[in-house]
């Protein structure tokens, strides 16, 4: 990988590992909840909407600062990039696919734990190589 490249997956890893720690402790604190949570929030049409646009938004940014493949975690930020890019566009077309899959994940309590799981060490893991590790 060049420098540019480097500097962009390090930079992707700092907002990225962060953000996916946030999200499995937001998960793994409503472990209880989130079942219900997810139905609920779905059936606000225009929420779901919005949040499709934003997703969109924030995967396509995403993936124009870093598209490239060179390493395992640049790889990984490029598949997130994609998954926010794909995630948000069906929110927008076709949200009854993305709600009932959600719903699906949400009511099987191992799934949704082993989600859980992952995204924290995958967030440790990105927040490693983003703010401390020496190669990218």
Sequence with gaps: MNEA???ATRFCA?????????????????YETFPMLMPTMMQDAPL???????????????????HHLGSAAATLLTMLA??????GAMLMVMPEVLINIAGQ???????????????GLLGAWL???????KNV
Excluded: C, E, K, N
């Excluded at 919005?50 to 995967?59: D, K, Q």
């Excluded at 994609?82 to 995630?87: D, P």
């Design 82 to 87: 994609l998954i926010l890019v794909v995630r």
């Design 105 to 119: 994940v949400a009511d099987t309590h191992p799934m949704l734990l082993g989600i859980t799981l992952v995204l």
């Design 14 to 30: 700092r907002v990225a590992g962060p953000f996916l720690i946030l999200l499995g402790l937001m998960i793994f604190s409503r």
């Design 48 to 66: 779901v909407m919005i949040t499709g646009i934003w997703t969109l938004v924030l995967g396509l940014v995403f993936y124009t600062a870093h």
């Design 5 to 7: 490249q480097v500097a």
């Design 127 to 133: 927040s490693y190589v983003g703010w401390f590790a």
